[in-house]
């Protein structure tokens, strides 16, 4: 895959999935942005790999459940390489709670940055991006299932997958492609997070192959998506979790 003279921002691209994108759109010639929200150490580790095999990349600080943060995303973007082609909604958060236990506080902030963080970064590239774009919305293959203790963050992640079917016309006359990647289980800090080796092995035995995703097996799926291979594909949820539902 070529991606030489294109600039991708990749939210939340300090580790995980996002660091994985972030590593192997630069391999592709991207020149890439590392978003990040507080984890600036981890982010300038990204950025180090990226030029020590020969890539660009910057990491700039935003926090993209807040709009005036998004839009400042974008200006330095501009600002630092001239112009934004790839948008990857990666950042996200999830916590686990029951119904019962779920305040205001732990719901507004999933919505802030799971919905509106993605939102309003789309309408930053509505504004911006150059001519036959790609975004690439973050879902969660959690959503086609019905697993207690989820509903906050299976909530948000519905919410992107409507936006984005919204949106392909509205980005379609500027021939962008918005679509939205549906992950499963990945091994990632954020999974893990406070699942018991029990609970964890459980969803390993939910998929066609036993084991859990890799954060290579989504990065291969987005770099599909970016390509010029997948211009016909618009408005699409992509489930890429090894048969789990």
Known sequence: MNLHGKVAIVTGASRGIGR??????????????????????????????IEQSGGQAAAIQAD???????EALFSETLERFGRVD?????????????????TEEIFDRHFALNVKGTYFACQQAMKHMAQGGTIVNFSTSVSGAMLPTYSVYAATKGAVEQLTRQLAKEFGPKDIIINCIAPGQVATE????????????SFRRMNAFGRL?????IANAIELLVSDKARWITGQTIRVNGGFN
Do not use: R, T
């Not at 790839?86 to 779920?102: S, T």
């Open 20 to 49: 994985q994108i972030a590593i192997q759109l630069a391999q592709s010639g991207a020149k890439v942005v590392v978003n990040y929200s507080s984890s600036q150490g981890k982010a300038d580790e990204v950025v180090k790999l």
């Open 64 to 70: 993209v459940g807040k709009v005036s943060e998004v």
């Open 86 to 102: 790839i948008l990857l909604n990666n950042a996200g958060i999830m916590e686990n709670n029951a119904l019962a236990d779920v």
């Open 190 to 201: 954020m999974f893990l997070n406070g699942k018991s080796p029990e609970l964890v092995d």
């Open 213 to 217: 995703g890799e954060v290579e097996d």
